[in-house]
């Protein structure tokens, strides 16, 4: 079945009440979704992580290269847009793109042979996932501490088992917020820590070992990303689980990160790192290694659908009768983008996922939204992004 047409689309809102972690502000939400239309009016829908105009120029780019193959080839398709962007981009933005299209591709494959993109990547062999809540970030507002406070309560009501908060924004107040958090969760839901790669191995293991008791679920991106060796250490050298992967790219990037034993959970982001075709690859490489996978996930319902879909096919490595439910992110800051730009998403129940069973990854697009948000931008005007 060809592929008839490949149509990139930026969307971007202000925020209401804008937020910031250990690197920047964010005042606005920005994504890049893709509609891959066949030539009987099937489509599927993708979307990239990153910088939206950048990831759309690449959409553009390989479009040529992939206008009337057939989607049921789309391995194949992954292979051309490899091949062509290999020279000039080994990880980064190409690679986001190959990865919207990826994942368009495969919602479409799944529509037109009525599956749920679970089947075709070879079977649902976990029925639950336990979504963890992605918050905590930080604001301005003179309440804040409540607003945290509230936040907690929220999560523990909603059934959530795990939260992640942000770190990075100095020792002393790292130690403060996690003491808060953590007594606010209490002991029914797991905290784990992002320093989004704000400190060096010094500050990374004294964050760590005045942590340490409090029962972290993991660190996560302790250190600068091309520090193997920082990570390598932390990890030796404290008891908190080491997590990473939001900055690797392709099963190269993560091939890196397991030789040189940085982590003990590897997070790809399946809308950046290659899609769910690569996706599926670093899962294999992962388990040579004994690794477990939490993707990444911080757009719309069509990314964190990706999600669901490859975590539902991972395999049990260890497998065992009585074990945790995998867990992928759930990012839960504002995001009127991730909210209305889908028709109808993922349920979460009592804090638990399961597999959708519609065709394809089982969202669909707004399109009166989709017109309303959509923008032209030159790539000099982009905003701040995660
Ligand atoms: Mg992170």
Known sequence: ???????????????????????????????????????DGTYGWGEGYGPADMIKTGIEFFKPFILG???????????????????????????????????????AKGKLLNQPVSVLLGGVKNPVIHPYATGFYFTDSPTLEEDLAKEAKLYRELGFKAAKMKVGLGLEKDVYYVNLLNQHLGDDVKLMIDSNHAYNYREALELSKRLEHLNIGWFEEPVHPEDYQGYKKLRENTTIPIAGGECEYLRHGFKRLF?????????????????????????????????????HSWGTWIAISAAVHFVSNLDQNPGRMFRDAPMIELDRTENPLRDDVTTHHIKVENGEIRIPTQPGLGVDVNQEFLEKYSIEKDASTEPLWS
């Open 1 to 39: 079945m060809k592929i008839i047409d490949i149509q990139p689309y930026v969307l971007s809102q202000e925020l209401e009440n804008p937020f910031y972690f250990s690197q920047w502000h964010y005042a606005s939400r920005k994504i890049c979704l893709v509609k891959i239309i066949l030539e």
């Open 259 to 295: 030789e040189n034993e940085c982590v003990d959970i590897a997070q790809p982001d399946i809308c950046a790192t290659g899609g769910l075709t690569e996706a599926k690859r670093i899962a294999t490489l992962a388990s040579t290694y004994h690794k477990d996978i939490v993707p």
């Open 69 to 107: 193959e057939n989607v049921l080839e789309n391995e194949k398709l992954w292979q051309i847009m490899y091949l062509r962007s290999l020279d000039f981009g080994r990880s980064g933005i190409f690679n986001a793109a190959i990865s919207a299209i990826d994942v368009g591709m495969w919602d």
